[in-house]
Nanobody, 114 residues
Framework: VQLQASGGGLVQAGGSLRLSCQASGGTLGYNPISWYRQSPGKQREMVASFRADRSTTYADSVKGRFNISRDNRKNTMYLQMNSLKPEDTGVYYC?????????WGQGTQVTVSS
């Protein structure tokens, strides 16, 4: 399975971005999917996750601002990011867990200016 992430860019604080991650070579189905980010000088962290039981979970720092979703017809997952803050800056990676394996997208850069 290959994951292709897109949608990153430069945005001012308070703005919005929507990240997309399209899967090929396999289906998302209802497998667990997540978005992670790696900010400068920090370890990669989970920001939003869609669990196998179809519940969602978010990092405390993004609750109420970010929303993870999926469109199985398009085999694509999304991360809607609103009210962006400079501390949201980082490289965002999509992740799929399928048949016991982790698959990662290549990362897309999000930069939030103050």
């Amino acid at each position: 399975v290959q994951l292709q992430a897109s949608g990153g860019g430069l945005v001012q604080a308070g703005g919005s971005l929507r990240l997309s991650c399209q899967a090929s070579g396999g289906t998302l189905g209802y497998n667990p999917i997540s978005w992670y980010r790696q900010s400068p000088g920090k370890q990669r962290e989970m920001v939003a996750s869609f669990r196998a039981d179809r519940s969602t979970t978010y990092a405390d720092s993004v609750k109420g601002r970010f929303n993870i979703s999926r469109d199985n017809r398009k085999n694509t997952m999304y991360l809607q990011m609103n009210s962006l803050k400079p501390e949201d800056t980082g490289v965002y990676y999509c992740n799929l867990v399928r048949v016991g394996r982790d698959y990662w997208g290549q990362g897309t850069q999000v930069t939030v200016s103050s």
